[in-house]
């Protein structure tokens, strides 16, 4: 088992609200991901970092914000959450100076704004 | 740009039977090329990966894949299917010319059948 953990599992709020999603992992990984997925669907790059104090864009735009003090956390920030937030978040990381290893997930944290 | 196609949104395969599930790629430069598993409510799993080398791997759970350079193909295959196999299946891709972005498939759902 991958030593990756989001918080928190399952996750139902209000429009409006602020949300944070966390994820962290104790690999000492220095390349961290968010995902988001619709359920059963594919895969959408929404954030990833190299290593602290870096934080990129992904390919699918996202109204969410990163951040990466800390090498082992990388949370997830909604401002202010909108039903067409409503989906899957899913964590994941890797290591080496080499670019060949996979990825590492956590469990998912699965957003449901009313 | 990555990309990689996964054609099948479905795969329907007896117990016993052997599988194939189909992904083609494209990327700048020579590929990395991986399969992961994802299970019901739950993140993905990683079962292989094409690094260099020997075009036929072998992963977890008697699964393995062919990857074929000149038809940009990596398919995953295993002998004999089991009921536990049904799950949802991704491809990914990541280029070695640079940059640690994974780039996933659409997924195909694997059902076996007893």
């Known amino acids: 088992e991958a030593d990756i953990y989001q918080t928190p599992r399952y996750l139902v709020i209000g429009t409006g609200k602020k949300i944070t999603l966390e994820c962290s992992q104790t690999m000492g990984h220095d390349k961290m991901y968010w995902y988001q997925q619709d359920p059963g669907m594919e895969l959408h790059l929404i954030h990833y970092?190299?290593?602290?104090?870096?934080?990129e864009k992904g390919d699918l735009s996202s109204e969410s914000t990163v951040s990466r003090i800390r090498t082992e956390h990388f949370p997830l920030t909604l401002e202010s959450a909108r039903p067409s937030h409503t989906s899957q978040y899913l964590c994941?990381?890797?290591?080496?100076?080499?670019?060949?290893?996979?990825?590492?997930f956590g469990e998912g944290s699965r957003l449901t704004v009313l | 740009a990555q990309s990689v196609a996964q054609p099948e949104d479905q795969v329907n395969v007896a117990e016993g039977n052997p599988l194939t599930v189909k992904c083609t790629y494209s990327v700048s430069g020579n590929p990395y090329l991986f399969w992961y598993v994802q299970y019901p409510n739950r993140g993905l799993q990683f079962l292989l990966k094409y690094i260099t080398g020997d075009n036929l791997v072998k992963g977890s759970y008697g699964f393995e894949a062919e990857f074929n350079k000149s038809q940009t193909s990596f398919h995953l295959k295993k002998p004999s299917a089991l009921v536990s196999d049904s799950a949802l299946y991704f491809c990914?891709?990541?280029?070695?010319?640079?940059?640690?972005?994974?780039?996933f498939g659409a997924g195909t759902r694997l059902f076996v059948k007893a």
């Open positions: 990914a891709v990541r280029a070695n010319t640079g940059g640690f972005k994974t780039i």
């Open positions: 994941a990381s890797t290591s080496g100076l080499a670019n060949t290893g996979e990825l590492f």
């Open positions: 970092s190299y290593g602290v104090n870096s934080t």
